[in-house]
Structures are given as structure tokens and as C-alpha cells.
């Protein structure tokens, strides 16, 4: 009985973590910074603001309030299918600042419009940024 329970609580577990991209990443529209299955940053066009600085290849999202904002420097600009991408992020969280540095991300998806979803699978980070 003592075993059961145990296979059942790891079972519990193992579906509570799972991050599927599929059913979280991709089949969003907005721009946004995920980790795991939380919505750290959400961008809202009447409250936020986003930025792309193409020399540096650095992405900004932020809200009016500069609150809540989050940063993601790459190494190169990330813009086809596949593509492996070296970045650091910082953002805010709580009454906080995160940072990440050395993630590699794949592109998982790019849209006409210069959006790109992007995966960090060891992390389960998942962000959608837009090449202005």
C-alpha cells in the first residue's frame, strides 16, 4: 500500500511540472515571457511598451508604470526555424530582479509580422519577442 501511494504521488508530481510547449508556448499570440506554466510578462498595447534594438539585438518589454519589464540581450539575432540562440535575461519578479545569463534558446516559430517564439528547455522558459 506504502508503495502504491508513493507511484501515485511521483505520478502527481511528474504531470504537475510538465510544461508542454506545444499547449503553452506556441499557441501563443501576444508577446510574453513564460516560465514553466507561468505567465511572468504579458504585453498589453493600451499599458505596455516593447523595444528592439537591432545593432545589440537586445528586446525590451515593459509596462507604462516601467513596474514590471522584462530584458532579453542576444548574442545574434534570432529569426529562422531552428536557430540556437545565446541570451541573458533579467526581469522583474515580485519585489525583485532576476537575471539568467548564457541561456541557449531555440526558435521554435517566426510569423510575417517579425514575431519569434522562442524555448530554453532546460529552464522551461518559453518568450515570444517581435523584431521591429
Do not use: H
Amino acid at each position: 500500500m506504502k508503495r502504491l501511494a508513493t507511484i501515485i504521488i511521483i505520478a502527481v508530481l511528474a504531470t504537475g511540472c510538465r510544461y508542454d510547449i506545444d499547449e503553452i508556448l506556441l499557441v501563443r499570440e501576444d508577446i510574453s515571457f513564460t516560465i514553466k506554466d507561468e505567465e511572468i510578462f504579458v504585453f498589453n498595447p493600451l499599458t505596455c511598451q516593447i523595444s528592439c534594438s537591432r545593432p545589440e539585438n537586445i528586446y525590451r518589454m515593459y509596462d507604462d508604470r516601467l513596474s514590471d519589464w522584462v530584458m532579453m540581450e542576444c548574442a545574434e539575432r534570432p529569426d529562422t526555424e531552428g536557430q540556437i540562440v545565446k541570451a541573458d535575461l533579467t526581469w522583474t519578479a515580485s519585489s525583485s530582479i532576476r537575471i539568467e545569463r548564457g541561456l541557449k534558446f531555440t526558435v521554435q516559430k517566426t510569423s510575417p509580422d517579425g514575431k519569434v517564439w522562442l524555448w530554453n528547455k532546460s529552464k522551461k522558459i518559453g518568450i515570444v519577442i517581435k523584431n521591429l
